[in-house]
């Protein structure tokens, strides 16, 4: 039988990668304004190049960001595909759960109501 | 890597022990799920689903399949507050869900965690689908 696991996991490391506010900063610069090397993110952002470094290699290991060297620097350019990756496993989750707990509401209420409608003298102390 | 989840929760006009029996109990878990669900609710317990209401995406959101199978094992099990799992299947890739009763006022709360597998345990999750 042919394992129907994917490999490793195609977005632990993104959404992580995805889940800190300056890092999501950096990726609207790097979208907006084009390839970049460090020091050029941290000249408009309020956080340090050593910073800027830290979390550049946290969306590099996502896969979010891409390096490529232009002479003495390092310049980093979005790579869309893995977000756009991330973002759909998020959009189906979310819907997977919201027609699950649709159900979950329907089987809670009809338990409810049954519970309601027993004679008095039948119901059970709950906690 | 905490941050990597997606998390929800839903209240029900229900006492935490009817709201534990609609997760703690694998025939109740299978009828909101949407699927039969073959699993006893005990830490270790390996078990499956065949049927599912939610599967590849669509214009109009999730399609349901009746011949959807997916692998469950349970990792954690606290009766009446928490429920652990591991499930992967042929549409979605390996995840954890966890479940925690939480009492309200009136009502009780279920928060649902569902966070994708790192590559260790994504390995043991094959393991269960191939020997399925």
Redesign the interface.
Known sequence: ????????????????AL??PMRQRILERLSTDGPMNASEVASVLPISRQAVVKHLRILESGGLVGARTNGRSVEFSVRPERTVQAA??????????????D???????E??DC?DAEPTGSRTV?? | MDDSHFTTHVDLPVAPSDAWELIGDACALGAWLGGDVDLEIEPGAEGSMTGSMTGSMSETGSVGDPDDFTVILVEEVVPGERLGLRWASASKSPSTVVFEIVPMAESTRIIITERPVPQGLAAITGRLCAVR
Request: hydrophobic content about 35%; overall charge positive.
């Open positions: 039988v042919t394992p129907i696991v994917r490999g490793p996991s195609e977005y632990n490391d993104v959404l992580a889940s800190d759909r496993w998020l959009e189906q989750t979310a819907s997977d759960w919201e027609q699950r707990i159900a979950l509401r329907r089987l809670a209420q338990r409810s519970r709950r906690p």
